[in-house]
């Protein structure tokens, strides 16, 4: 079986980590989200991209969800002493490396897909894991700060600023020039199965979906589409998808996500049990739903999560 996953970073991570136990033999291909990418210190992070690799590599810092593992912060506290920021953004030292090694390897003129395989190599995440696009796409928030309102790259918003203040509009800058990178058109013909794990559906699934040709190609693969609710009991398991959902119009409850997708896109949908008295009306929309438990809380819980997914698409299919 050939399934396509659209990922961010934590909640796609950690429900890749559950699809592998589930399906060992199938062939996954990720397309990963680069609207987070940040340059910082003069190097280009790719924090979504990072974390899928290092969460299915095993060098994931299982408690935060994102950076390495037994990290020291020796560099950022140097840079620190020059007075060399942004201080908001932490990068440890073992972090470094791969963000220098990306950098000097974009700086040679290798795109960035080809960059993300040759990190793979290390790290053996048991996935195809492929940038949305080798071009520079990233998500910027409005906001309102001080009575100033400005726009301000996602990292600033969320890290820095903690999403504490309201997001007035999220843009995908450089999304609509840029093309989908190698291999993602020509693994979603392939497909047997897309998923859309629970990701932020605006700043990462959004974003991926921004890209010319990747909506487009989902929907001429003609294959089950089946996404998973990232909001349970009107609320996000985790980030604040609630933020940029309202920016977009949208409110944040499992029913609304999988309307705001639409049946065009979508197949299936699974909200969680909490969310049950919304089947009805994801139906009513066009799209197949169920209700599950969708709280990852160990690999056997991502694991019940994928199956239910694939048990989805079958359903879907037949």
Request: aromatic share 6%; hydrophobic share 45%.
């Amino acid at each position: 079986m050939r399934i396509v996953v659209l990922a961010g970073g934590i909640g796609g991570a950690r429900f890749l980590r559950g699809l592998k136990a589930a399906a060992p033999d199938a062939e996954v291909t990720v397309i990963g989200n680069t609207g987070d990418d940040i340059h910082l210190f003069g190097l280009k992070v790719c924090p979504d991209l990072d974390t899928v690799m290092y969460t299915l590599g095993g060098g994931i810092n299982e408690d935060q969800g994102w950076g390495r593992s037994d990290e020291s912060f020796t560099v950022k506290e140097e840079l620190a002493a020059y007075g060399v920021g942004p201080e908001w953004f932490g990068l440890g030292d073992r972090d470094f490396a791969t963000h220098i090694v990306r950098t000097q390897m974009l700086a040679a003129g290798y795109p960035l897909s080809a960059v993300t395989e040759a990190l793979c190599a290390r790290w053996q995440p048991g996935v195809r894991l492929i940038p949305m696009s080798d071009d520079r796409v990233e998500t910027h928030v409005a906001v309102e700060v001080e009575g100033e309102r400005k726009a301000v790259h996602f990292q600033e918003y969320w890290v820095r600023l903690r999403a504490s203040v309201e997001a007035e509009a999220v843009v995908p800058v450089g999304a609509e020039q840029a093309k989908p990178a190698p291999g993602v058109l020509e693994a979603l013909a392939e497909a047997d199965v897309i998923l859309f794990p629970p990701s932020n559906p605006v700043v990462s699934i959004g974003t991926i979906l921004a890209v010319p040709g990747i909506r487009e190609g989902i929907a001429e693969a003609g294959v089950p589409v089946v996404g998973l609710s990232p909001i349970v009991g009107g609320a996000p398991v985790r980030g604040m998808a609630d933020k940029v959902l309202a920016a977009v119009g949208v409110e944040s409850t499992a029913a609304a996500v999988a309307e705001h997708y639409g049946s065009g896109l979508l197949d299936g949908w699974l909200v969680d049990t909490a969310d049950a008295d919304s089947v009805e009306r994801v139906q009513s929309a066009g799209i197949r739903c169920r209700a599950v438990p969708l709280m990852m809380t160990d690999v056997q819980t991502a694991a019940e999560m994928a199956r239910a997914a694939l048990a989805l698409a079958e359903e879907v299919r037949a």
